[in-house]
């Protein structure tokens, strides 16, 4: 009976020691994390009366093309053509692209939508700024059915080429430039 009460007292022990590592891993920073919009600027803050529907991470590329200024007569600048990105899920899978003119984010699913942008924020000199967009209506349902919103956070490079001139020499030329941001999809709650 001793043997069975120390067996018992063991298992005990041993249950007490893995829910006790359970709850301590829980309470580590990042684990279970959900996504939250308090430390960006507050323009690019979606509304209250919305939820996070969906947090993909984008990688891949933004086209410049060297063109004129707009308004300014024999001066040239590298000018924002498109993305080509892949969209994937916190895991790593890959769930849609985003690609463009227009700006469209495409589910796997087949579901898409275009947007408006309301705001941007500056994030960091050598990546895009923050952006904050309201969605059109879907085309397809799917994904992408019912998002109000998508945030662009998270930014990792992307600006125009600083290194590479663009002038009348070299007018009408396209390059790419390597990013990667996280956009965060929005729906009414």
Not at 139 to 151: D, E, F, L, N, R
């Amino acid at each position: 009976m001793r043997h069975l009460t120390a067996s018992r007292t063991l298992a005990l022990c041993g249950t007490v020691s893995a829910a006790a590592l359970l709850a301590a891993c829980g309470a580590m920073p990042g684990a279970n994390k959900t996504f939250s919009q308090a430390t960006l600027p507050a323009s690019i803050q979606v509304p209250s009366g919305n939820r996070v529907a969906m947090e993909t991470v984008g990688k891949g590329e933004i086209l410049y093309e060297c063109r004129d200024k707009a308004n300014m007569p024999g001066q040239m600048e590298w000018t924002f053509v498109g993305p080509d990105a892949r969209l994937m899920d916190r895991s790593g899978k890959q769930v849609g692209r985003y690609y463009g003119p227009p700006a469209t984010w495409e589910s796997s699913d087949g579901s898409k939508l275009t947007a408006t942008q309301l705001a941007i924020a500056p994030s960091s000199p050598t990546s895009l700024p923050y952006q904050l967009v309201k969605a059109n209506p879907a085309m397809g349902s799917g994904a992408m059915s019912g998002v109000t919103y998508i945030q662009r956070v998270a930014l990792t490079g992307g600006v125009a080429p600083a290194a590479m001139p663009c002038s009348a020499m070299n007018k009408g030329q396209k390059t790419t430039v390597p990013y990667q941001a996280d956009y965060i999809f929005w729906k009414a709650s």
